[in-house]
């Protein structure tokens, strides 16, 4: 099987899973395992988006409206399996 290169949804679409709990900064970037600069693009854009929000704690937590970006993107993984 030959693997796909991530694009800039995956990486937000991943970043926006793993603070469905809770997330430090670090933590989060060991999960994504990418270069630093490109984390630190991809978590801005998440929260620029709306998808995850800081807390006050410094950890990073999905909003509603990154719940329904994850459920749409499964439903568009899904979509696109289907041949």
């Known amino acids: ?20 709990d809770p997330t430090g900064k670090t933590a989060l970037y060991h999960a994504v395992k990418t270069a630093y600069r490109a984390f630190e693009r991809w978590l801005n854009k998440a929260i620029q988006l709306k998808l995850i929000q800081p807390m006050e704690d410094n950890t990073f937590q999905t909003t509603i409206k990154g719940h329904e970006f994850l459920k749409k993107w499964a439903e568009l993984q899904t979509f696109l399996k289907e041949e």
């Open 1 to 20: 099987m030959i693997e796909r290169r991530r694009n800039a949804y995956d990486f937000i679409a991943q970043i926006t899973q793993i603070c469905k």
